[in-house]
């Protein structure tokens, strides 16, 4: 049974940061491309970011570019979200992605002053 369990999430100031991890199991993680993917309260869920199964590949929305970095560790079967220079508007919950079509339960993150 496939499993994604978010962590890391909480509250900060505009301009700090946060990590975000994914624990994957029940899948072969590093054959796996993962993505982070997010939703902000009455919004639709928006792609944050991309990354290859070996990770030599990745994409990100422009909203993030520059900001944020995603990673994946094949040997412990996690997948990373590193954000940085947070703004109030990167406020939401944010959620991992297998390509297999599998969501974790998400990790809320609040940027306010």
């Known amino acids: 049974q496939k499993q994604l369990v978010e962590s890391g999430g909480g509250l900060v100031q505009p301009g700090g940061s946060l990590k975000l991890s994914c624990a994957a199991s029940?899948?072969?993680?590093?054959?796996?491309?993962m993505s982070w993917y997010r939703q902000a309260p009455g919004k639709e869920r928006e792609f944050v970011a991309y990354?290859?199964?070996?990770?030599?590949?990745?994409n990100y929305a422009d909203s993030v570019k520059g900001r944020f970095t995603i990673s994946r560790d094949n040997i412990k079967n996690v997948l990373y979200l590193q954000m940085n220079s947070l703004k109030v508007e990167d406020t939401a919950v944010y959620f991992c992605?297998?390509?297999?079509?599998?969501w974790g339960q998400g990790a809320q993150v609040t940027v306010s002053s």
């Open positions: 992605y297998e390509a297999g079509g599998s």
């Open positions: 029940g899948f072969t993680f590093r054959y796996i491309d």
């Open positions: 990354i290859s199964f070996g990770g030599r590949s990745t």
